[in-house]
Protein backbone atom coordinates (compact mmCIF):
# COMPACT_ATOMS: atom_id res chain seq x y z
CA UNK A 1 0.00 0.00 0.00
CA UNK A 2 1.97 3.04 -1.30
CA UNK A 3 -1.58 5.42 -0.33
CA UNK A 4 -1.81 9.02 1.27
CA UNK A 5 -5.41 8.98 1.10
CA UNK A 6 -7.42 12.27 1.77
CA UNK A 7 -11.25 12.90 2.59
CA UNK A 8 -12.86 14.72 1.78
CA UNK A 9 -12.12 15.42 -1.53
CA UNK A 10 -14.57 18.17 -2.22
CA UNK A 11 -15.53 20.73 0.69
CA UNK A 12 -17.74 23.89 0.47
CA UNK A 13 -17.93 26.15 3.93
CA UNK A 14 -18.51 29.44 4.73
CA UNK A 15 -16.66 31.58 6.67
CA UNK A 16 -17.98 31.03 9.97
CA UNK A 17 -17.99 26.99 10.14
CA UNK A 18 -16.22 24.79 11.39
CA UNK A 19 -14.81 21.34 8.77
CA UNK A 20 -11.80 19.25 9.11
CA UNK A 21 -9.51 17.36 6.71
CA UNK A 22 -8.35 14.34 6.95
CA UNK A 23 -5.48 12.27 5.77
CA UNK A 24 -4.33 8.87 6.32
CA UNK A 25 -1.51 6.55 5.13
CA UNK A 26 -0.70 2.87 6.23
CA UNK A 27 3.38 3.09 4.92
CA UNK A 28 5.16 3.70 8.66
CA UNK A 29 5.80 6.88 7.28
CA UNK A 30 7.10 8.87 10.72
CA UNK A 31 6.63 12.67 8.84
CA UNK A 32 3.34 14.00 7.55
CA UNK A 33 2.86 17.15 5.91
CA UNK A 34 0.41 19.52 4.93
CA UNK A 35 0.69 22.05 1.67
CA UNK A 36 -1.13 24.23 0.14
CA UNK A 37 -1.58 24.91 -3.54
CA UNK A 38 -3.45 27.93 -5.50
CA UNK A 39 -4.37 27.44 -9.32
CA UNK A 40 -1.51 27.55 -11.37
CA UNK A 41 1.20 27.12 -8.60
CA UNK A 42 3.37 25.46 -7.01
CA UNK A 43 2.41 23.88 -3.70
CA UNK A 44 3.37 25.89 -0.58
CA UNK A 45 4.19 24.20 2.85
CA UNK A 46 1.93 24.38 5.81
CA UNK A 47 3.18 22.24 8.07
CA UNK A 48 5.22 19.34 9.11
CA UNK A 49 4.97 16.66 11.79
CA UNK A 50 7.80 14.50 12.74
CA UNK A 51 7.18 11.12 14.89
CA UNK A 52 3.84 13.04 15.63
CA UNK A 53 5.23 16.17 16.99
CA UNK A 54 5.10 19.09 14.56
CA UNK A 55 7.96 20.17 13.52
CA UNK A 56 7.60 23.21 11.80
CA UNK A 57 4.38 25.91 10.96
CA UNK A 58 5.42 27.96 8.28
CA UNK A 59 3.71 31.13 10.19
CA UNK A 60 0.32 29.84 8.83
CA UNK A 61 -2.66 31.68 10.48
CA UNK A 62 -4.29 30.02 13.19
CA UNK A 63 -7.48 29.79 11.26
CA UNK A 64 -5.80 26.71 10.04
CA UNK A 65 -5.21 23.93 13.09
CA UNK A 66 -3.08 20.75 12.18
CA UNK A 67 -3.38 17.96 14.64
CA UNK A 68 -1.66 14.37 14.56
CA UNK A 69 -3.71 12.08 16.75
CA UNK A 70 -1.31 9.12 15.54
CA UNK A 71 1.17 8.40 13.34
CA UNK A 72 -1.12 7.02 10.98
CA UNK A 73 -3.28 10.18 10.92
CA UNK A 74 -2.98 13.69 10.16
CA UNK A 75 -5.72 16.36 10.36
CA UNK A 76 -6.63 20.01 9.40
CA UNK A 77 -8.63 21.27 11.03
CA UNK A 78 -10.77 24.82 9.54
CA UNK A 79 -12.39 27.64 11.55
CA UNK A 80 -13.29 31.10 10.05
CA UNK A 81 -11.55 30.76 7.35
CA UNK A 82 -11.34 33.27 4.41
CA UNK A 83 -12.62 33.27 0.89
CA UNK A 84 -9.01 33.56 -0.33
CA UNK A 85 -7.99 30.25 1.83
CA UNK A 86 -9.86 28.38 -1.02
CA UNK A 87 -7.23 25.86 -2.83
CA UNK A 88 -6.18 22.78 -3.18
CA UNK A 89 -4.97 21.09 0.29
CA UNK A 90 -2.34 18.14 0.21
CA UNK A 91 -1.25 15.84 2.28
CA UNK A 92 1.78 13.96 1.99
CA UNK A 93 4.13 11.55 3.66
CA UNK A 94 7.56 10.28 4.09
CA UNK A 95 9.71 7.94 5.34
CA UNK A 96 11.82 9.55 8.08
CA UNK A 97 11.96 13.32 9.07
CA UNK A 98 11.33 15.40 5.91
CA UNK A 99 12.35 12.58 4.10
CA UNK A 100 14.62 15.27 2.24
CA UNK A 101 18.10 12.70 1.89
CA UNK A 102 16.76 9.98 0.42
CA UNK A 103 13.26 9.51 0.94
CA UNK A 104 10.37 9.80 -1.17
CA UNK A 105 7.74 12.05 -0.62
CA UNK A 106 4.19 10.44 -1.40
CA UNK A 107 0.77 12.84 -2.13
CA UNK A 108 -2.35 12.35 -1.40
CA UNK A 109 -5.25 13.23 -3.78
CA UNK A 110 -6.03 16.19 -2.65
CA UNK A 111 -8.72 17.70 -1.17
CA UNK A 112 -10.37 20.62 -2.71
CA UNK A 113 -11.51 23.79 -0.58
CA UNK A 114 -14.12 26.63 -1.10
CA UNK A 115 -14.27 29.09 1.03
CA UNK A 116 -18.03 30.99 0.25
CA UNK B 1 18.64 32.28 -2.54
CA UNK B 2 17.69 28.61 -3.46
CA UNK B 3 15.81 28.50 -6.52
CA UNK B 4 14.57 26.22 -8.90
CA UNK B 5 13.18 27.77 -12.35
CA UNK B 6 11.76 25.79 -15.28
CA UNK B 7 11.16 26.06 -18.83
CA UNK B 8 8.99 25.96 -20.77
CA UNK B 9 6.09 27.55 -18.82
CA UNK B 10 4.06 25.90 -21.10
CA UNK B 11 4.38 23.36 -23.87
CA UNK B 12 1.90 21.95 -26.57
CA UNK B 13 3.09 18.95 -28.67
CA UNK B 14 1.02 16.15 -31.06
CA UNK B 15 0.71 12.92 -29.90
CA UNK B 16 3.46 10.57 -30.49
CA UNK B 17 6.15 13.36 -30.52
CA UNK B 18 8.70 13.58 -28.06
CA UNK B 19 9.57 16.62 -25.75
CA UNK B 20 12.32 18.05 -23.33
CA UNK B 21 11.37 19.91 -20.44
CA UNK B 22 13.75 22.12 -18.46
CA UNK B 23 15.06 22.59 -14.57
CA UNK B 24 17.95 24.83 -13.47
CA UNK B 25 18.57 25.41 -10.05
CA UNK B 26 20.33 27.55 -7.60
CA UNK B 27 19.97 25.43 -4.34
CA UNK B 28 22.82 24.43 -2.03
CA UNK B 29 23.96 22.19 -0.60
CA UNK B 30 22.05 20.04 -3.17
CA UNK B 31 20.84 16.86 -1.54
CA UNK B 32 18.65 15.24 -4.48
CA UNK B 33 15.99 16.21 -7.63
CA UNK B 34 12.88 15.22 -8.01
CA UNK B 35 10.21 15.53 -10.97
CA UNK B 36 6.77 15.16 -10.54
CA UNK B 37 3.46 14.77 -12.79
CA UNK B 38 0.71 16.77 -11.69
CA UNK B 39 -3.08 16.34 -13.15
CA UNK B 40 -5.18 19.15 -12.68
CA UNK B 41 -6.96 19.27 -9.79
CA UNK B 42 -4.86 15.90 -8.42
CA UNK B 43 -1.89 15.21 -5.71
CA UNK B 44 1.72 15.06 -7.66
CA UNK B 45 3.22 11.66 -8.52
CA UNK B 46 6.86 10.91 -8.21
CA UNK B 47 8.24 9.95 -11.76
CA UNK B 48 11.99 9.99 -10.43
CA UNK B 49 14.44 11.07 -8.04
CA UNK B 50 18.04 11.51 -8.67
CA UNK B 51 20.85 12.39 -5.93
CA UNK B 52 24.38 13.88 -6.92
CA UNK B 53 26.19 10.97 -8.40
CA UNK B 54 23.13 9.93 -10.97
CA UNK B 55 23.17 11.47 -14.39
CA UNK B 56 20.37 9.63 -15.81
CA UNK B 57 17.20 7.82 -15.06
CA UNK B 58 14.63 6.04 -16.62
CA UNK B 59 10.76 5.36 -15.36
CA UNK B 60 8.89 4.49 -18.64
CA UNK B 61 8.99 6.80 -21.30
CA UNK B 62 10.24 9.16 -18.94
CA UNK B 63 13.84 9.94 -18.85
CA UNK B 64 15.62 12.26 -16.57
CA UNK B 65 18.87 13.86 -16.64
CA UNK B 66 20.98 15.92 -14.35
CA UNK B 67 24.14 18.00 -14.32
CA UNK B 68 25.01 18.70 -11.03
CA UNK B 69 28.24 20.81 -12.41
CA UNK B 70 25.56 22.75 -14.43
CA UNK B 71 23.17 22.43 -11.71
CA UNK B 72 20.43 21.29 -14.81
CA UNK B 73 18.31 18.55 -15.10
CA UNK B 74 15.79 18.14 -18.09
CA UNK B 75 13.06 15.64 -18.15
CA UNK B 76 12.46 13.86 -21.35
CA UNK B 77 9.00 12.65 -22.55
CA UNK B 78 8.98 9.55 -25.27
CA UNK B 79 6.19 9.00 -27.64
CA UNK B 80 3.59 11.26 -26.12
CA UNK B 81 -0.04 9.86 -25.08
CA UNK B 82 -2.89 11.96 -24.24
CA UNK B 83 -2.41 11.08 -20.77
CA UNK B 84 0.72 12.61 -20.80
CA UNK B 85 -1.12 15.79 -20.54
CA UNK B 86 -0.47 17.29 -17.10
CA UNK B 87 1.70 20.18 -15.35
CA UNK B 88 5.45 18.49 -14.66
CA UNK B 89 6.97 20.12 -11.42
CA UNK B 90 10.71 19.80 -10.86
CA UNK B 91 11.65 19.43 -6.82
CA UNK B 92 14.82 20.30 -5.80
CA UNK B 93 16.07 19.00 -1.84
CA UNK B 94 18.49 21.18 0.07
CA UNK B 95 20.55 20.22 2.93
CA UNK B 96 19.72 22.76 5.69
CA UNK B 97 21.22 21.75 9.37
CA UNK B 98 22.05 18.04 9.16
CA UNK B 99 18.96 15.91 8.62
CA UNK B 100 16.74 18.16 8.02
CA UNK B 101 15.98 19.22 4.51
CA UNK B 102 13.85 22.07 2.56
CA UNK B 103 11.75 21.02 -1.00
CA UNK B 104 12.06 23.68 -3.19
CA UNK B 105 9.61 23.73 -5.81
CA UNK B 106 9.86 24.83 -9.07
CA UNK B 107 6.91 26.59 -11.01
CA UNK B 108 5.82 23.41 -13.17
CA UNK B 109 5.63 23.12 -16.72
CA UNK B 110 2.12 22.41 -18.00
CA UNK B 111 2.29 19.93 -21.10
CA UNK B 112 -1.19 19.99 -23.17
CA UNK B 113 -0.55 17.03 -25.66
CA UNK B 114 -2.91 16.99 -29.04
CA UNK B 115 -4.35 14.29 -31.01
Known amino acids: DTEVTQTPKHLVMGMTNKKSLKCEQH?????MYWYKQKAKKPPELMFV???????INESVPSRFSPECPNSSLLNLHLHALQPEDSALYLCASSQNSWGANTGELFFGEGSRLTVL | KNQVEQSPQSLIILEGKNCTLQCNYTVSPFSNLRWYKQDTGRGPVSLTI?????NTKSNGRYTATLDADTKQSSLHITASQLSDSASYICVVSALVGGSQGNLIFGKGTKLSVKP
Open chain 1, 27 to 31: MGHRA
Open chain 1, 49 to 55: YSYEKLS
Open chain 2, 50 to 54: MTFSE
